[in-house]
């Protein structure tokens, strides 16, 4: 048996009169298209989710009048494996991650946590007294108090 060739018309808003016009071999293709479609969206989102990881640390950057606060989670990091170097505009921070040690005989169904090195680098929104930063880190959140540069104002006499 032979189907009838017959156009498969996708989104053009008559899908509930053609949906009762298809053969079994529209029906098919427009599952398998479906599916596809379905893959596609699913996929993108892992992507996301994978590319995102990337950007880790992820932080909080807070400004007031005099200073600008940076904070970041980093559970599982000792306080002697994170560096902060910052200069007059901007901050990096460095995470060094240890990998645990693996049981014997033992088989991970799952290994997400991730381990070795993360850095984030930022510009900051003004320019910072380095000699006056202050950085505390406790129950695995970092947290840098950095004190704007503030600048002496000179009043112009007007003639």
């Known amino acids: 048996m032979v189907d009838k060739d017959v156009p498969i018309a996708m989104g053009t808003g008559d899908e509930e009169e053609f949906e009762e016009k298809k053969t079994p071999t529209e029906s098919v293709l427009t599952d398998i298209v479906n599916t596809i479609k379905e893959k596609q969206e699913e996929l993108g989102k892992s992507l996301s989710e994978y590319t995102m990881s990337f950007q880790k640390p992820l932080v909080d950057i807070m ?35 240890d990998e645990e040690i693996e049981e014997e005989g033992a088989n991970y169904l799952r290994k997400e946590r991730s381990y070795g090195e993360t850095r984030r680098s930022m510009v900051l929104p003004a320019k910072i007294d380095v000699k006056k930063a202050k950085a505390k880190f406790k129950d695995s959140v970092l947290t840098v108090d950095l004190p704007k540069i503030m600048e002496a104002k000179h009043k112009v006499e007007i003639k």
């Open 63 to 97: 400004e007031t009048d005099d200073s600008i606060t940076v904070i970041t989670d980093l559970p599982g990091v000792k306080k002697e494996n994170v560096d902060v170097d910052i200069s007059e505009d901007t901050i990096e921070i460095v995470a060094k991650f």
